[in-house]
């Protein structure tokens, strides 16, 4: 997983609540043997038309957004099907960080399996940003998590919290994986000592 | 020491650490894969730059989506067809010993492990697949895991996870004749529901569950999941040493009786602590069947249909209403004679060779019923050679079932085999959800004795009256 540390990008504004899991990335789409690649699937019911073209409308197809790697949107985000597909999408889209005043629990907990901060801010503070995202590349916003501010295009910061927990695996790109492999001298210490009580294990082989 | 229970050994033997939170690494001895539940697992580690910590504890099998008819022609569906080329690509990639559509041992993975010796007691078992229950029948601790977690063990040979509760589920006596494996489990299910075994694991106990073979254990633990339960868990005993003996990863000579000694004092402790007790007895089970979409809906197969009206509780009235509405009985009618379309022998709840001999010893000198298809679909590739060897093939192609390759098959609609909307069936599988075996189709739970018997009889049958 990809570190988080400082995050200076392009935000665009989604000014909706209850963005769910089923528009961040449909159903039918879940077929599919990788977790990358959904990215062009994301939001697909609001970003393409009927008969499969771009919607022109929608900001995540007008420039600069299209780089956008911070999302702002209202409250509760991410409701909806549990699928881990969600924050895949977003991630293979190019999104890092999502604010919104408030999430579903699920997939609060899967952006940060994923790499991606969710940042509670409170609803006036994105409309705020919201507004700073309209401006496109000229305001960029920027993410510090060691300091956890979000520095505004005009310099103001906007302190946010964040389990300390969390924030050392985002900080240091640690999934659950990366926490067990902390633990690998005891993992390799435990082989040792059972290949001694149980010679007779066998090893697996159609060679 | 305390004493301890079965769970609790294994537990403690495969703990590496346990965290400050109370979760604990838990080492994982065998990891099974399969075509559906693993292809994000291996892209994740591609992505990450990691490699399987120990692929020679590790297996993969297809058995979801393959077709069980004629296996010389290409896969038809593509998606199917593209989850199976990307287990082969991933298995080369990453050095995982791999049985392939082809081979002889090819089978659904929970009849393959046992079979193959790859899963033997004491050990800890996990695959991306809720039935890995079904290997706690060797005194092996066996659950299933979610994608992420299927990862996690790819990279890590561990698993992290808290411990669960205790329950011991005694079955003690004699079964009846007529009645097996199935209808024990089907009976505890219906008696402890199917919310009852929550955060436990079961380990099912009693002269009835000891006096069993192993494919009839395979089939007891296999169904622990419908009862809720993380997993499910025999203690090893003669019966299992017997079983393993000779198997292709077994261990062998001095190994052999080394590893007996060690799985010898896999056993609860008298006075061992369990969080729940439940104690049936044999007597009382009678040859049985599921009648609604729930695994819990069992009933002999003497009694009526049950009536929602004499149901006190709203919610549930309104649900056994739906129940029968979607299976298209009417309450208070006899279960028994009730017109099946499809009969369906196979899953990794009941396609062992034992299975097969009961379904056979119904079907031998006897016709399926006009209008009715039948299916046996073996669990491996070796249960259906022993099958053939012994004659069996004959017995069923000569009453008009069909033989088929091993797979899952009609456990799950995943693959070609499917019910169509409507369609009643008879089957031997272990979930009865609206939709399952296919959209609309309608499933009966039951043995392959009495799934024999509904092929011959064209409708649910006492299996007994066939005697
Ligand atoms: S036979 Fe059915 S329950 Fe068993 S592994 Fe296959 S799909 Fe799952």
Redesign the interface.
């Known amino acids: 997983?990809d570190k988080f540390t400082v995050l200076s990008a392009v935000a665009a504004a989604l000014p909706e609540a209850n963005i769910d899991t089923d528009k961040i990335i449909p159903a039918r789409f879940l077929?599919t043997?990788?977790?990358?690649g959904l990215g062009k699937h994301a939001f697909d019911s609001m970003r393409y038309l009927a008969e499969g073209s771009e919607n022109p409308d929608f900001v995540l197809n007008q420039q600069p957004w299209r780089q956008a790697e911070i999302l702002v949107t209202y409250d509760n985000l991410g409701c909806g099907s549990s699928r881990?597909h969600a924050p895949w999408a977003l991630l293979d889209f190019g999104i890092r960080c999502v604010i919104a005043p408030s999430f579903a629990d699920i997939f609060f907990n899967n952006c940060f399996?994923n790499g991606i901060l969710p940042i509670r801010l409170p609803r006036d503070i994105c409309d705020a940003l919201m507004g700073d995202a309209a401006m496109g590349s000229n305001a960029r916003l920027t993410v510090d998590l060691p300091r956890q501010v979000v520095i505004r295009p005009d310099g103001q910061e906007v302190p946010f919290e964040i389990d300390p927990f969390r924030k050392h695996m985002l900080l240091e790109g640690l999934d659950?994986?990366g926490q067990?492999?902390q633990?690998?001298g005891?993992?390799t210490v435990?082989?040792q000592t059972?290949a001694g009580e149980?010679?007779?294990?066998?090893?697996?082989?159609?060679e | 020491m305390a004493p301890r229970t079965l769970f609790d050994k294994i537990w403690d033997h495969h703990v590496v650490e346990t965290l400050p939170d109370g979760t604990s690494i838990l080492y994982i001895d065998r990891h099974l894969l399969h075509e559906v539940t693993s292809p994000q697992a291996f892209e994740g580690l591609r992505l990450a730059g990691r490699k399987l910590r120990h692929p020679e504890m590790t297996v993969a099998v297809v058995d979801h989506n393959v077709p069980t008819s004629d296996r010389t022609q290409p896969i038809e569906e593509p998606e199917s067809r593209n989850q199976i080329e990307t287990l082969e690509r991933n298995v080369k990639e990453f050095g995982v010993p791999y049985i392939p559509l082809l081979s002889a041992n090819q089978g659904i993975v929970h009849v393959v492990g046992p079979e193959q010796g790859i899963s033997l007691p004491g050990m800890t078992i996990v695959c991306g697949d809720s039935h890995t229950s079904t290997h706690g029948a060797m005194g092996a601790l066996a659950f299933g895991i979610g994608t992420s977690e299927v990862e996690h063990v790819m990279a890590t040979q561990t698993i992290l996870q808290r411990p669960a509760k205790n329950m011991r589920v005694t079955v003690e006596g004699t079964l009846g004749a007529g009645v097996s494996a199935k209808d024990v489990m089907l009976a505890i299910i219906g008696h402890i529901g199917t919310a009852g075994g929550t955060g436990h694991v079961i380990e099912f106990a009693g002269s009835a569950i000891r006096g069993l073979d192993m494919a009839g254990r395979m089939t007891i633990c296999n169904m622990s999941i419908e009862a809720g339960a993380r997993a499910g868990l025999v203690a090893p005993d003669d019966v299992t040493f017997d079983y393993v003996r000779g198997r292709p990863f077994a261990p062998k000579g001095e190994d052999f009786d080394k590893a007996v000694a060690y799985w010898r004092t896999l056993s609860s402790d008298d006075g061992a602590h369990f969080d729940t007790e439940v104690t049936l007895r044999a007597e009382d089970i009678a040859p049985s069947l599921t009648w609604g979409t729930s695994p819990e809906t069992v009933l002999p197969i003497t009694a009526t249909v049950p009536d929602p009206a004499q149901e006190s509780d709203e919610a549930k009235r309104v649900q056994m209403q739906r129940m029968l509405d979607y299976m298209g009985l009417d309450a208070g009618q006899k279960i028994a004679g009730t017109p099946v379309d499809v009969v369906f022998i196979g899953s990794c709840t009941n396609s062992r060779i034992e299975d097969l001999r009961a379904a056979a010893n119904v079907a031998a000198g006897r016709k399926v019923a006009d209008g009715v298809r039948a299916m046996i679909v073996p669990g491996s590739g070796l249960v259906k050679r022993q099958a053939e060897e012994e004659g069996l093939d004959k017995i069923f192609l000569d009453a008009g079932f069909e033989w088929r390759e091993a797979g899952c098959s009609m456990c799950l609609g995943m693959n070609p085999d499917r019910l169509t909307p409507g369609q009643r069936c008879a089957s031997t599988s272990n979930r009865n959800f609206e939709g399952r075996q296919g959209p609309g189709g309608r499933t009966h739970l039951l043995s392959p004795a009495m799934a024999a018997a509904a092929a011959v009889t064209g409708c649910l049958t006492d299996v007994r009256e066939l005697a």
Do not use: A, G, N, Y
């Not at chain 1, 149980?198 to 159609?206: A, E, L």
């Open positions: 997983m077929k043997t990788q977790r990358t881990e399996k659950d994986i067990t492999l633990h690998e005891e993992i435990f082989e059972v149980r010679p007779w294990m066998p090893k697996i082989s159609f």
